[in-house]
């Protein structure tokens, strides 16, 4: 009888053991590994993170340049940030802070857009609200000033997700908003990096790679721009812009405008917005792609994000931005370098470049 | 020492039922359930399942309307069946597959597309290999006989995978494919499902939800059509076409030209092509979901298909089919029914539409 009641005892022992490793299991394979890597403030009220794209290494560009452009992402990070601060939704945060990125003309997005291979600009912006799931996107509009905001009236003021080409250029005229030539969008670096482009490429020349755009590219900033947000309520939000890539083909879309591949936001896990080569960010619908790491496969929002940089994508593919539910960030590429910045209740307030290991060495 | 030993021995026992457990929860939680419910064929050397869009149930339309159109899919599945029995690639079965449904106007997909808003037609389509990832797509094409082949174009001759509006018909005409006058497209039952739903929501009119569009359209096919394979090399492919929504907005692009959305393939999970409200399946990335719910999860395919059917979307929300790489099959749908076909290597050859229930029941 007493031998029973020991034999009970180690087997209760047992049962211990492999149920604590069971939850260990459901919380990630990588759990311990990530929790290295971002340690995550214990109660965030409100997070923010921000990209203006992925491409080359800041080294590539002069002092005065990588000063223009860091500054450039402090005061977006700051205008979320306040809003956030203030009580804002997270959709409020990542329209205005996209909005003030389309207006600055070193971004690939509104003034700033690159040219397609008809020397023109065609430029895609959605956004998405993770709390309905509710969201709205434009693509290849070309006289529209913002259009992440005429992005956000498709959601609000249409059944429809995504509107395209000329029939969002007439939803931009029913909705009144600013209109520009599409020359407005022109810039000289813009214009310098297209000839670059075309000197190799050609005329809607078909590509082995489509990386090669982005290699052919490199000297001039590939900026499209994003931001990811959790608000005071807990609700999450995304938002993406961009002119594309230099000298696409006159109507290419890339992922940008995509829900599920350029942008995505979920409460149940995580905002994101991603930069880079478009066509494989929507092969492997890679926004869509960290939420659904975290939800089925249980990791973290980190490892979620390392997965598909690694797993998923290749090698100078592009990079993402990401926000978790609880606040947590997470900014990888696989590229060179990527533009980010990134903001949260216990004070964080950083504006990075370079690669994780010299993150910290602000251009 | 002996007690010792019994200890150990009763450990080892709690030992194998704890693993046991976890093999289980790693083979996906209602793993069994799907077997009963779909049993699996021993080796399948090709497999291929065809939908001609979710919708209304057959009992609505006369008995006539429902034997030319379960024709029609009887002949689709012949076309794709001789394809893949004689060795052909699955990337070409789906083409041929939808090439032959856009040809038929009862199908809202190439011939007999839905009117848009603005009184005309605005075509997508997308396709794609499961074995490169590599996918084209095409939106809002107006005057492209055949959508499907076009997209394919875009896959093999650009570097891009989606080209929208007015940058898709310069590619028709570089690519010089089959070109039509819009009117081509015009039918008298889907003019008069516009004239239906126009009478309720009235000029691009802001929807409570879109569900409210396919309600008042019922009565009227809402015959996307789509096109899942396994080949005998064990590559998969999938393909979808589509007029779109009726009514819907000028510009408005629904799932079906969206890789990920309506049309995902992936030869490590399965391929699938969507059918119902887009905006829905974009918002849940649906085509991609069915695929991370088996790679993340470890769910079968068609527990993965029944999961985003229950637990993604609404009901009414649409249908779904697809093939595993292991030939399998999944049909399922939230709407009243779902035209639809399979066929394998096994000698599987059958047309369906009504409720699952009531599948075997043709119209």
């Known amino acids: 009888m007493i031998d029973r009641l020991s034999n009970w005892g180690t087997v209760g022992l047992a049962l211990a053991i492999f149920l604590s490793l069971l939850t260990m299991a459901a919380a990630g394979q ?3 590994a990530t929790q290295k890597a971002t340690p995550q403030p214990k109660k965030l009220t409100y997070a923010i993170a921000i990209h203006g794209g992925a491409g080359s290494n800041p080294k590539r560009f002069s002092d005065a340049a990588n000063k223009r452009r860091r500054n450039s992402l402090e005061k977006a990070l700051r205008i979320g940030t306040e809003i956030l601060k203030s009580g804002g939704t997270s959709l409020e945060a990542v329209e205005q802070v996209v909005l003030f990125l389309e207006d600055d003309p070193q971004f690939n997005a509104g003034k700033g857009a690159v040219f397609n291979a008809a020397s023109s600009h065609e430029l895609d912006a959605s956004i998405m ?5 509710e969201c709205g996107a434009v693509a290849g509009v070309w006289t529209v000033k913002n259009p992440i905001s005429l992005a956000r009236m498709v959601m609000t003021e249409t059944p429809h997700v995504l509107l395209a080409g000329s029939g969002a250029e007439a939803f931009a005229t029913k909705m009144n908003v600013p209109r520009v030539k599409t020359s407005y969008f022109d810039t000289q670096s813009t214009l310098e990096a297209w000839k670059r482009v075309r000197a190799k490429m050609g ?3 078909k590509l082995g790679e489509p990386n090669q755009i982005l290699e052919i590219a490199t000297g001039s900033y590939l900026g499209t721009v994003g931001c990811v947000a959790l608000d005071q309520t807990g609700n999450l939000a995304a938002a993406t812009s961009t002119g594309g890539m230099t000298n696409k083909q006159f109507g290419r879309v890339g992922d940008s405008p995509i829900v599920g591949a350029g942008t995505f936001a979920d409460n149940r896990s995580c905002a994101v917005s991603c930069t880079g080569i478009g066509e494989q960010f929507i092969r492997n619908a890679v926004a869509f792609n960290v939420s659904a790491q975290m939800r089925f496969r249980g990791s973290t929002l980190d490892q979620s994000v390392q997965n598909v940089l690694q797993n998923e994508l290749k090698p100078g593919d592009g990079g993402i931005i990401a926000v978790g539910h609880d606040g947590s960030i997470s900014m990888r ?7 980010r910045a ?7 307030f950083e504006v990075l470049w370079g690669n994780p290991s010299d993150s ?4």
Chains 1, 2 share one sequence.
């Open 30 to 32: 990588d759990g311990g």
């Open 129 to 133: 609200d993770g709390k309905t799931l």
């Open 203 to 205: 005329d809607n020349g």
């Open 333 to 339: 590429f696989n590229t060179s370098g990527m533009s």
């Open 342 to 348: 990134a903001a949260d209740s216990s004070g964080r």
């Open 360 to 363: 910290n060495k602000l251009p």
